[in-house]
């Protein structure tokens, strides 16, 4: 089951957010998704998540364009804050629960738990960080084949950082694959095993991690740079 | 899909509960109304005096009633044009969008929750405006005039019978407007998204729409008759159709 990337397109207007991209997402990973602001990490998580529709070429799942129904194997965590304003840390659990068949509200609970999330609270008046975690939790409730998780750490607290790292840790295994968008290159080093390079909108590397310190004696911080600044590290 | 209709429902909670509560209060003036009415007043000859508080009563009451069953219903018909327009045009939209569901689906419970909520304000509000000059009748001339509320010509109908499937055919004309809505609020988060005038254009779209079906309608005889309803049925699954296929192939969130 490989999320397929393939010769990807995604223009708006004038602007190519997405040229010629390919690469594989393969089961038993977790993949760093990294770049500078703008380089179309996003743009591709939304792709892949069937919310952008490809100019040309496009997103692949089990042979199959990405489409509604995948939304069903594909869990993506937005950056943006997008639960409806009446609804409880609860309420988002259920409505998780209602369209998902593999999301757990007992693990939705026990995450909400470790991050000391109110379940009674609206979650129009959580905090930007515990806002942040409610979406964590829910996305990271459920047993998906695929997670795009895009800045899960954006305004959260080391603790909750931590918290949130264990969830992926724990739900990462030979039959899912992760992938983390972050700009936070040192923090998630050690959890990720391959990295892959976003610039200008197209693919600037896909490299395993362990190779790159191996051969190249570089970490991944040292690699962004020389890839995105063009020095050699 | 009963799920998404269950959380468009929910999002319409609000406005639901405010027109069940003014109509509650409109229906209770007038029943006070009509309870507080002398027995027998309108077998009086001449100009029947109500008395002051009975008349406050069911002028205040059938006003409320009138408005809620015309405008209430209206605007909470309106409540998933205005939720689609907000969620194809804010981050909220993920919340809709991140299920695996196809856009017909989500289309379908906005356009299906239109639908009950009318048919059901048809049904209540025929029903209670039934009841309530029923009661009026008996209160004011007798249990004999109930036959004469059976016959009651109230929208130059010959009967309630005919009166109903009039106030249906209102109903599936908001029902074919609310679509024209929902086809434009699509087609400028589609096709038009980001580019000037768009609003201005799919406002110009939007009244070539309605002029075209009502110059079609007056085409059938009076615009009240079985040939009108096709129109309108057609029209509502054409808007579907086109609407759900833009909001599939080119809606970018």
């Known amino acids: 089951m490989t999320l397929q990337t393939k010769e990807a397109e995604k223009n708006y207007g004038r602007t190519k957010a997405l040229q010629g991209v390919t690469f594989d997402i393969e089961p038993g990973n977790i993949y760093a998704l990294l770049g500078p602001n703008g380089s179309g990490k996003t743009t591709w998580m939304k792709m892949a998540a069937a919310l952008v529709r490809p100019s040309a070429g496009g997103v692949l799942w089990e042979g199959e364009p990405v489409c509604a129904k995948t939304r069903s194997d594909i869990a993506y965590l937005p950056t943006e804050d997008f639960f409806y304003s009446w609804m409880t840390v609860e309420e988002v659990g259920k409505y998780f629960a209602d369209f998902f068949a593999d999301f757990s509200m007992d693990r939705y609970r026990a995450l909400c738990g470790q991050m000391e999330l109110p379940e009674k609270q609206k979650v129009?008046?959580?905090?930007?960080?515990?806002?942040a975690k409610c979406r964590a939790a829910a996305a990271m409730s459920r047993a998906a084949k695929v997670y795009l998780l895009d800045e899960?750490?954006?305004?959260?607290?080391?603790?909750?950082?931590?918290?949130?790292?264990?969830?992926?840790?724990?739900?990462?295994?030979?039959?899912?694959a992760v992938v983390i968008s972050s700009h936070l290159v040192e923090e998630i080093e050690s959890a990720v095993n391959r990295a892959i390079f976003f610039r200008d909108g197209r693919v600037a590397a896909d490299l395993d991690i362990e190779e790159l310190r191996a051969r190249e004696g570089k970490s991944l911080a040292d690699k962004y740079r020389e890839l995105m600044q063009g020095k050699e590290v | 899909m009963t799920k998404l209709l269950h959380y468009e429902f929910r999002k319409s909670r609000s406005a639901l509960l405010a027109l069940l509560v003014c109509t509650a209060v409109g229906e209770v003036m007038l029943l006070l109304g009509t309870a507080l009415l002398p027995q027998g007043i309108f077998l009086l000859r001449g100009e029947p005096d109500l008395g002051g508080m009975p008349a406050f009563l069911l002028l205040v009451g059938s006003g409320f009633l009138s408005l809620c069953g015309t405008f209430g219903v209206m605007l909470c018909s309106l409540m998933p044009v205005w939720a689609l327009r907000r969620e194809l045009n804010s981050d909220q939209g993920l919340m809709l969008f991140?299920?695996?569901?196809?856009?017909?689906?989500v289309l379908g419970a906005k356009v299906l929750q239109n639908v009950l909520i009318l048919a059901g304000s048809v049904l209540a509000y025929g029903l209670l405006a039934l009841l309530d000059v029923s009661l009026l009748a008996v209160r004011g001339i007798g249990p004999d005039a109930l036959s004469e509320v059976i016959q009651f010509d109230p929208a130059g109908s010959s009967t309630w019978g005919g009166f109903l499937p009039s106030l249906g055919m209102v109903a599936l004309s908001w029902l074919t407007i609310l679509m024209i809505c929902l086809f434009s609020i699509v087609l400028q988060a589609s096709f038009f998204r980001g580019?000037?005038?768009?609003?201005?254009?799919?406002?110009?779209?939007?009244?070539?729409?309605?002029?075209?079906?009502?110059?079609?309608?007056?085409?059938?005889?009076?615009?009240?008759?079985?040939?009108?309803?096709l129109i309108n049925c057609g029209a509502v699954v054409l808007l579907y159709l086109a609407s759900g296929w833009m909001m599939e192939r080119h809606v970018s969130l």
């Open chain 1, 124 to 131: 129009r008046t959580l905090s930007t960080g515990m806002r």
């Open chain 1, 152 to 176: 899960p750490f954006n305004g959260i607290d080391l603790l909750a950082r931590d918290q949130i790292m264990n969830s992926i840790l724990e739900t990462s295994s030979p039959d899912n």
């Open chain 2, 98 to 105: 991140l299920v695996p569901e196809n856009s017909f689906a």
């Open chain 2, 195 to 229: 580019k000037r005038g768009a609003f201005w254009i799919s406002l110009l779209i939007d009244l070539f729409l309605i002029l075209l079906i009502l110059r079609a309608d007056s085409l059938s005889s009076g615009g009240t008759g079985i040939f009108s309803a």
